[in-house]
């Protein structure tokens, strides 16, 4: 008993208790795709904790990338966390295949067609982890009735669609209030931000709420990515 409170003290003190724990997704859309098996080594040797995979659909938003093929190729190579970010106009059609093809997380828009609830369903009965995400204009109140049935909120930090663009800090707002709900409900809901984020924009959704940390450009083009993921943990959490 002593011995678990002890550690229980400790991980706060230096910070690594779940409550306090941070993750690094790493946006493979800014890999060399070309080479995706050296990549998915780097991010397993850099000690990045998840792969995210952006699948867009050209109608949801104004660009195409890739879908379950490639989704099931990685899978068979890595055992990472795939948390796969759906920007897709009709996400409940295919919640069922990016889990049997592998996906860890899944995440849909909530400004996609279909009923929210019963694409949330359809991944919990898939056996994946269920996500909502947002999209910069959408307001942080439209996920608050969805919170009990997920395990993560995606706050999206710039306008879906590609990588490489720039921060909104007027985005922070709403992790700030879906991190207080969170709380105030007494649930285990991770937040996540996407878009923008490097050693500094980390830091300012990490002081808001923010526990998981996707990044694309920032952590491909650092020369260390190890060093790189370690900087992007660096801000608080709570
Ligand atoms: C944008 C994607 C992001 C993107 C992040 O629509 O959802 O995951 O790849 O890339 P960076 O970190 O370069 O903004
Ligand atoms: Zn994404």
Do not use: C, W
Not at 16 to 44: F, G, H, P, T
Not at 161 to 168: D, K, L, P, R
Request: no cysteine; charged share 25%; net charge negative.
């Amino acid at each position: 008993m002593y011995r678990i409170i002890n550690a229980d003290i400790t991980a706060v003190l230096f910070g690594r208790s779940d409550k306090l724990k941070k993750y690094v997704s790493a946006s493979v859309l800014s890999a060399d795709l070309l080479n995706l098996e050296d990549e998915i080594r780097r991010l397993e040797q850099s000690k990045i904790d998840m792969l995210h995979f952006d699948v867009m659909d050209g109608l949801f938003v104004n660009n195409i990338t890739y879908g379950l093929p490639v989704l099931k190729a990685i899978r068979k190579v890595t055992d990472l966390t795939l948390d796969v970010h759906l920007m897709i106009q009709d996400p409940m059609r295919y919640v069922g295949r990016f889990a049997e093809y592998g996906a860890d997380y899944i995440s849909f828009h909530i400004e996609s067609d279909g009923n929210t609830t019963e694409t949330l369903t359809d991944i919990k009965n898939s056996g994946a982890k269920a996500a909502l995400a947002i999209k910069p204009a959408t307001p942080a109140e439209s996920v608050y009735d969805y919170l009990p049935y997920l395990d993560m909120v995606l706050v999206m930090t710039v306008e879906p669609g590609f990588g490489g663009q720039s921060f909104m800090p007027e985005t922070i707002e709403k992790v700030k209030k879906i991190k207080q709900k969170i709380t105030e409900l007494g649930l285990d809901v991770l937040i996540q931000v996407d878009g923008g984020i490097n050693a500094e924009t980390a830091k300012i959704a990490s002081e808001a709420g923010a526990n998981v940390l996707v990044s694309g450009s920032y952590l491909f083009k650092a020369d260390d990515m190890a060093s790189a993921a370690e900087k992007l943990k660096e801000g608080s959490s709570e």
